[in-house]
């Protein structure tokens, strides 16, 4: 039962361009929504959250937005740089007190 | 402020030995998780503890896999024995409180099981 879901392997996009990386929930008790990065031999480190209560929130070039009625939420990088490449996990905070990962996109900024 | 750190980074273990990850959380974090990540996925909760009391560990394999998190400070994870789709990165992560915060993670133990 994959909660948190994240339909879209991989990413690529142009350096300077705008990456935008999906993510859809399942569980409307979710209220509050993180992204993480995580490069290769590293855990993830935090990036961007946001509360059910926004439907954005942004830092520098990082933006995420919530669609509550439609369980989707997306990050938005502008402009994208190559050391954004990285694998992004979307995570929600369960009504359990679970933090759930989705299975990841792996995004590719080419120069 | 010093991160999550956890020890070893790398194990290399046959199959049917056992092994043991420490892991010591950000000071004064009061919850600690064990996440497993299988290549390819996302990371899967294996075990939440919230000071020294379990809260979440229904995802945790109990007839291989035991965790403890003594005083409410450092917690290891062990497998005891190890199969060989075990192989995975172990990450440990905590965080202040229990829900609607971040959480942060040290760099993650890879096991591989041959």
């Known amino acids: 039962d994959q909660q948190v879901k994240q339909n879209s392997p991989s990413l690529s996009v142009q350096e300077g361009r705008i990456s935008i990386l999906n993510c859809d929930y399942t569980n409307s008790m979710f209220d509050y929504f993180l992204w993480y990065k995580k490069y290769p031999a590293e855990g993830p480190t935090f990036l961007i959250s946001i509360s059910s209560i926004k439907d954005k929130n942004e830092d520098g070039r990082f933006t995420v937005f919530l669609n509550k009625s439609a369980k989707h939420l997306s990050l938005h990088i502008v402009p994208s740089q190559p050391g954004d490449s990285a694998v992004y996990f979307c995570?929600?905070?369960?009504?359990?007190?679970?933090?759930?990962f989705g299975q990841g996109t792996t995004l590719q900024v080419k120069p | 402020e010093a991160g999550v750190a956890q020890s070893p980074r790398y194990k290399i273990i046959e199959k049917r030995q056992s092994v043991a990850f420490w892991c010591n959380p950000i000071s004064g974090h009061a919850t600690l998780y064990w996440y497993q990540q299988i290549l390819g996925q996302g990371p899967k909760l294996l075990i939440q503890f919230q000071n020294n009391g379990v809260v979440d560990d229904s995802q945790l394999p109990k007839d291989r896999f035991s965790a403890e998190r003594l005083k409410g400070v450092d917690s290891t994870l062990k497998i005891q024995p190890a199969k060989l789709e075990d192989s995975a990165v172990y990450l440990c992560?905590?965080?202040?409180?229990?829900?609607?915060?971040?959480?942060?993670f040290g760099q993650g133990t890879r096991l591989t099981v041959v």
């Open positions: 992560a905590s965080s202040a409180r229990n829900g609607n915060t971040e959480a942060f």
């Open positions: 995570a929600a905070w369960g009504n359990t007190g679970k933090l759930i």
